[in-house]
């Protein structure tokens, strides 16, 4: 049984930093790639960024390039997500993914989701 669990979120003011971590078991981590997407009060899941299964290719949405950076620990089963120079339009719950592949590309879904965690940037 997969399981992701993320960990790290929290409040943080504007300009502010915090690391999501995510931790999964149940799977053969280092074949598939994984990835963060975040859901703001009243919108829709958005993709945030992905990386491959090695970790040698990274896939960022424009709302966070430069200022997000994602990477993963294949000895530890963990992804993380380092978010820099935070907005309140950040603020939202990241939820990490699993896909069923090796590398990412826009038109894959994710087979396996986190529980998600909040974070808040106030202003």
């Known amino acids: 049984q997969v399981q992701l669990v993320e960990s790290g979120g929290g409040l943080v003011q504007a300009g502010g930093s915090l690391r999501l971590s995510c931790a999964a078991s149940?799977?053969?981590?280092?074949?598939?790639?994984m990835g963060w997407f975040r859901q703001a009060p009243g919108k829709e899941r958005e993709f945030a960024t992905a990386?491959?299964?090695?970790?040698?290719?990274?896939y960022y949405a424009d709302s966070v390039k430069g200022r997000f950076t994602i990477s993963r620990d294949n000895s530890k089963n963990t992804v993380y997500l380092q978010m820099n120079d935070l907005k309140p339009e950040d603020t939202a719950v990241y939820f990490c993914?699993?896909?069923?592949?090796?590398?990412?590309?826009?038109?894959?879904?994710?087979?396996?989701w986190g529980q998600g965690t909040q974070v808040t940037v106030s202003s």
């Open positions: 990386i491959n299964n090695s970790g040698g290719k990274t």
């Open positions: 149940g799977l053969a981590f280092s074949s598939v790639a």
């Open positions: 993914a699993r896909y069923m592949t090796g590398d990412y590309h826009a038109a894959y879904l994710p087979g396996s």
